[in-house]
């Protein structure tokens, strides 16, 4: 029997992998901005996400101290900010 599709509040979790260079940042910010809302970017790259500041819509930010302590608490406050979207770029 078929039914109404309709969103239900999923997670998604995806990992992309490359080289220096390659796009993972650029791609992770396209599909994102496909997704949701608001997006959150932590960024552990020395600020480089902000090239693409022009090219889409997301808050950032940086993260220099790359305990795991550090990654959960800039994702608690992401969560509590209500970001739909949370990217990590990268993970070290």
């Known amino acids: 029997m078929f039914k ?6 999923l997670k998604i979790r995806l990992a ?5 260079g390659s796009g993972k940042t650029y791609s ?3 599909i994102a ?3 949701g809302n608001r997006i959150a970017l932590i960024d552990t790259e020395r ?5 693409y500041a022009d090219l889409f819509n997301f808050d950032t930010c940086e993260l ?3 305990h795991p302590a550090k990654y959960i608490e800039a994702i608690r406050q992401a969560e ?7 990217i990590i770029d990268s993970l070290l």
């Open 28 to 30: 992770a910010l396209s």
């Open 33 to 35: 901005s496909n997704l």
């Open 80 to 86: 509590e900010a209500g970001y739909s979207i949370i």
């Open 16 to 20: 992309l992998s490359g080289a220096s």
């Open 47 to 51: 600020g480089s996400a902000s090239k």
């Open 64 to 66: 220099t101290n790359h």
């Open 4 to 9: 109404k599709a309709t969103k239900s509040n």
